[in-house]
């Protein structure tokens, strides 16, 4: 079982990973998701996330922008919420 500290370490880890994706627009798509919705998360929700970040961008901004069907193993509650792009706030 994974404890706060874990969850925390793992978190942290994941949000370096979410903001440093290679191209601006995927940095908001996923780090703003996981600021906006991370620190509710349990560990198996974070656990999605983290095979998440495992994908290539442009999968990953194409089933958040719904032109790509979404693979079983990332559909759900998760992606239904990452699909809504009203965590999304970009500032200039």
């Known amino acids: 079982m994974d404890t ?8 942290r880890r994941a949000r370096f990973r979410a ?5 601006r ?16 998360w ?5 656990a999605w996330f983290e095979a998440l970040l495992d994908e290539d961008d442009v999968d990953v901004m194409a089933w958040a ?3 790509q069907t ?3 193993a990332l559909a759900g509650a998760q992606m239904t919420l990452m699909q ?5 706030e970009i500032t200039r």
């Open 70 to 72: 979404v693979p079983a």
């Open 84 to 88: 809504r792009l009203d965590y999304v």
């Open 19 to 23: 903001w440093h994706r290679g191209t």
């Open 42 to 46: 349990t560990a198996d929700e974070l």
């Open 25 to 40: 627009e995927a940095d908001y798509m996923i780090g703003g998701f996981l600021d906006r919705y991370g620190a509710e």
């Open 4 to 11: 706060a500290a874990d969850i925390a370490e793992r978190l």
């Open 65 to 67: 922008l719904q032109t």
